[in-house]
């Protein structure tokens, strides 16, 4: 895993701004490549092939800056061998540069695995993104000048884009925020390409979809799907597991991690190797949770008995109440924006605590918007919302901005980008779900573990990811899914020889936030402080009187406007102006018509 950037000239102090910028993704090696024509940067967290693999890597006139792990490296290497390409080392980069070698702007058809990359051919820059966003690809064309950079930070510090925003910026942080429009930036002139998409840059960029799931009829009967779920969740997970450094896993005592964590035991086992399992919680969290019916029960109990089923040696970080709100702030630096509260910053300090010990874990990401777990997809009244299901109060969140930055209808602006989305499959309202899911919802997920996690220099797999999984799951029924009438009943069903019983059938419980009441008086104190300085930047476009209506709101009122699903209640709907205010002024942020 890495960071990368370029551009399509030569600046110095550009190239070493933008270097030093993405040092935290990349604290191994770093390296850069210059002409008149073109700069690729590299910095690199070295996970396989620790002496080799360095970057950007050219062969036959050819350059490559990759930030990756392809997981089908060696079928990859032994096909390009038949077919006449030679290897001088077992680094994923040199496959990819040589498949590029082969197959030219095609080879994005033959990798599987996480990635963003550029390659540098003659004049031309070919960019990549894999197919379900995992990795980030930023970029911006400024004076008729193509630049990019794995992060919003590294195109700052260039001092070739500006961080600028307009109406639209202040729409997408408000009303679309904390997930983001996809191929959106938020800063003006700010893009990303969006996942399974790829272009050239030859004195203009062409941008096309090279992947997308195929609607087809599901033939295979129930018991063939359950095998064939379980080959590829198994097969996915054992591939996600080569490195060359140490690996664990983060285990919640859920469906998912728990998985992850039994398959991973067993591939470790098989090495004469003892898996490490992490988790995460918050001081008096057990005095103060209460149960609901997105949240129902804490891990702990859970844990343990993981834990103990696969033998793991557990490491269990135990967050403050002042650290996870401290973070709050270290969180928007490494996202480049505000984002889902103590959600991200707990992550932050959390990957802070793994990477002590560890350079690479798995986590259950994905699994949710593939087999049909979150509510929106089960609970009939929610699912038929014509809308976003996480995200259904545009009005309310509107009321908050100053009306001369309302330049066009609120609701209009949100419902266009649903209906967009759901067009291309509508008639199905589970492939419906899923597609609000893969496009929106997973994306903001993987922002927030890309970012949280290659802060610290932590390469954070998430193997429900793979695409071939995401083929497979994406035309099976919902009767199929929903076995049992139980949460990814289809899921359990193909994993129930390797968990026990009480695990296999827990309810689904989200990532853990805090509780603590103490959390809840600190935010609404700073933000009290905030809204008393006439200085603060949020208030240029944000109405005081509706923060200081927002402070004297009750949590239970609240639930009806929950900002972003179960994630982001009203504590968390504080901290995200908290971190929106900082956002502004820590990034120096210019508004422009």
């Given at each position: 895993?890495?960071?990368?950037?370029?551009?399509?000239?030569?600046?110095?102090?550009?190239?070493?701004?933008?270097?030093?910028?993405?040092?935290?993704?990349?604290?191994?090696?770093?390296?850069?490549?210059?002409?008149?024509?073109?700069?690729?940067?590299?910095?690199?967290?070295?996970?396989?092939?620790?002496?080799?693999?360095?970057?950007?890597?050219?062969?036959?006139?050819?350059?490559?800056?990759?930030?990756?792990?392809?997981?089908?490296?060696?079928?990859?290497?032994?096909?390009?061998?038949?077919?006449?390409?030679?290897?001088?080392?077992?680094?994923?980069?040199?496959?990819?540069?040589?498949?590029?070698?082969?197959?030219?702007?095609?080879?994005?058809?033959?990798?599987?695995?996480?990635?963003?990359?550029?390659?540098?051919?003659?004049?031309?820059?070919?960019i990549a993104r894999d197919r379900m966003g995992v990795k980030?690809?930023?970029?911006?064309?400024?004076?008729?000048?193509?630049?990019?950079?794995?992060?919003?930070?590294?195109?700052?510090?260039?001092?070739?884009?500006?961080?600028?925003?307009?109406?639209t910026s202040l729409f997408e942080l408000i009303l679309i925020?904390?997930?983001?429009?996809?191929?959106?930036?938020?800063?003006?002139?700010?893009?990303?390409?969006?996942?399974?998409?790829?272009?050239?840059?030859?004195?203009?960029?062409?941008?096309?979809?090279?992947?997308?799931?195929?609607?087809?009829?599901?033939?295979?009967?129930?018991?063939?799907?359950?095998?064939?779920?379980?080959?590829?969740?198994?097969?996915?997970?054992?591939?996600?597991?080569?490195?060359?450094?140490?690996?664990?896993?983060?285990?919640?005592?859920?469906?998912?991690?728990?998985?992850?964590?039994?398959?991973?035991?067993?591939?470790?086992?098989?090495?004469?190797?003892?898996?490490?399992?992490?988790?995460?919680?918050?001081?008096?969290?057990?005095?103060?949770?209460?149960?609901?019916?997105?949240?129902?029960?804490?891990?702990?109990?859970?844990?343990?008995?993981?834990?103990?089923?696969?033998?793991?040696?557990?490491?269990?970080?135990?967050?403050?109440?002042?650290?996870?709100?401290?973070?709050?702030?270290?969180?928007?630096?490494?996202?480049?924006?505000?984002?889902?509260?103590?959600?991200?910053?707990?992550?932050?300090?959390?990957?802070?605590?793994?990477?002590?010990?560890?350079?690479?874990?798995?986590?259950?990401?994905?699994?949710?918007?593939?087999?049909?777990?979150?509510?929106?997809?089960?609970?009939?009244?929610?699912?038929?919302?014509?809308?976003?299901?996480?995200?259904?109060?545009?009005?309310?969140?509107?009321?908050?901005?100053?009306?001369?930055?309302?330049?066009?209808?609120?609701?209009?602006?949100?419902?266009?980008?649903?209906?967009?989305?759901?067009?291309?499959?509508?008639?199905?309202?589970?492939?419906?779900?899923?597609?609000?899911?893969?496009?929106?919802?997973?994306?903001?997920?993987?922002?927030?573990?890309?970012?949280?996690?290659?802060?610290?220099?932590?390469?954070?797999?998430?193997?429900?990811?793979?695409?071939?999984?995401?083929?497979?799951?994406?035309?099976?029924?919902?009767?199929?899914?929903?076995?049992?009438?139980?949460?990814?009943?289809?899921?359990?069903?193909?994993?129930?020889?390797?968990?026990?019983?009480?695990?296999?059938?827990?309810?689904?419980?989200?990532?853990?936030?805090?509780?603590?009441?103490?959390?809840?008086?600190?935010?609404?104190?700073?933000?009290?402080?905030?809204?008393?300085?006439?200085?603060?930047?949020?208030?240029?476009?944000?109405?005081?009187?509706?923060?200081?209506?927002?402070?004297?709101?009750?949590?239970?009122?609240?639930?009806?406007?929950?900002?972003?699903?179960?994630?982001?209640?009203?504590?968390?709907?504080?901290?995200?102006?908290?971190?929106?205010?900082?956002?502004?002024?820590?990034?120096?942020?210019?508004?422009?018509?």
């Amino acid at each position: 895993m890495c960071g990368i950037a370029g551009f399509s000239f030569y600046d110095e102090v550009s190239a070493d701004n933008m270097k030093e910028s993405l040092k935290r993704r990349g604290p191994d090696q770093d390296g850069i490549i210059k002409n008149e024509n073109v700069t690729l940067i590299h910095t690199r967290l070295a996970v396989v092939d620790l002496e080799h693999g360095l970057q950007p890597m050219s062969k036959n006139g050819i350059s490559l800056v990759y930030n990756g792990e392809l997981y089908n490296t060696e079928e990859l290497r032994k096909e390009l061998q038949l077919l006449g390409q030679t290897f001088d080392e077992k680094s994923d980069t040199e496959v990819v540069l040589k498949s590029y070698l082969q197959w030219g702007n095609n080879c994005v058809n033959h990798l599987n695995g996480i990635f963003a990359f550029a390659i540098v051919d003659n004049e031309k820059i070919f960019i990549a993104r894999d197919r379900m966003g995992v990795k980030p690809f930023f970029y911006a064309i400024v004076d008729g000048k193509f630049i990019f950079a794995s992060e919003i930070k590294a195109l700052l510090s260039s001092g070739l884009v500006k961080p600028e925003i307009d109406n639209t910026s202040l729409f997408e942080l408000i009303l679309i925020g904390p997930g983001r429009t996809p191929g959106y930036g938020i800063f003006k002139n700010i893009n990303e390409l969006k996942k399974a998409h790829c272009g050239i840059w030859d004195e203009k960029l062409e941008i096309w979809e090279y992947w997308k799931p195929e609607i087809k009829l599901h033939t295979d009967n129930f018991e063939e799907t359950v095998k064939n779920v379980r080959f590829l969740v198994e097969d996915s997970i054992r591939r996600q597991t080569v490195s060359d450094v140490p690996l664990c896993t983060f285990l919640s005592g859920g469906l998912d991690s728990s998985i992850i964590s039994a398959i991973t035991a067993d591939v470790l086992k098989e090495k004469g190797q003892r898996i490490h399992t992490f988790s995460v919680d918050y001081e008096d969290n057990s005095k103060f949770f209460k149960s609901s019916v997105f949240q129902p029960n804490t891990d702990s109990d859970y844990i343990k008995y993981m834990v103990e089923h696969i033998g793991s040696v557990h490491h269990s970080i135990t967050l403050t109440t002042e650290d996870v709100v401290g973070a709050l702030y270290e969180a928007v630096d490494a996202r480049d924006l505000p984002g889902m509260a103590d959600i991200d910053s707990s992550l932050l300090l959390f990957c802070k605590e793994v990477k002590k010990d560890f350079t690479v874990a798995l986590s259950g990401e994905c699994s949710d918007e593939i087999f049909g777990g979150y509510p929106w997809y089960r609970n009939e009244a929610i699912r038929n919302i014509d809308g976003f299901p996480w995200s259904n109060t545009t009005q309310y969140k509107a009321s908050f901005l100053k009306e001369e930055y309302i330049d066009r209808d609120a609701s209009k602006y949100v419902y266009e980008k649903y209906q967009n989305t759901i067009q291309k499959v509508s008639g199905d309202r589970f492939r419906e779900m899923t597609e609000l899911n893969l496009n929106w919802f997973m994306q903001t997920l993987l922002d927030r573990k890309d970012r949280m996690s290659m802060y610290n220099g932590l390469e954070v797999r998430v193997p429900f990811c793979d695409y071939r999984l995401v083929e497979y799951t994406y035309n099976i029924p919902w009767c199929f899914k929903d076995y049992k009438d139980y949460e990814k009943g289809l899921l359990r069903e193909a994993v129930k020889d390797i968990l026990p019983e009480k695990i296999l059938w827990r309810k689904k419980s989200p990532y853990p936030k805090t509780h603590n009441p103490l959390y809840f008086a600190i935010v609404l104190k700073q933000l009290q402080k905030v809204i008393n300085d006439k200085n603060s930047p949020i208030l240029q476009f944000i109405k005081k009187d509706a923060l200081e209506q927002l402070l004297k709101t009750s949590p239970d009122v609240f639930s009806n406007h929950n900002w972003y699903g179960q994630l982001m209640a009203l504590p968390q709907t504080i901290a995200y102006f908290l971190q929106l205010n900082y956002w502004l002024k820590k990034y120096n942020v210019t508004y422009i018509l």
